[in-house]
């Protein structure tokens, strides 16, 4: 597992991503789904059953 901080820009949250754990750069915007106190962050527009029927996919 890949730790990070979480810190405040312009009165928002924001969460740094480390290179190991970071979008490839074609990806500018991300869905965020809230599952009791955690967040999942996925690319924009990918179905969240695809996690769930194919795994994660190496990019």
Do not use: C, Y
């Amino acid at each position: 597992m890949t730790s990070s901080t979480v810190f405040t820009s312009n009165r928002s949250q924001a969460v740094r991503l480390p290179k190991a754990v970071a979008f490839p750069e074609n990806v500018h915007q991300v869905d965020i789904l809230k599952i009791g106190r955690s967040r999942v962050i996925v690319p924009k527009g990918k179905r969240w059953d695809d996690l769930f029927l194919h795994g994660p996919r190496k990019v």
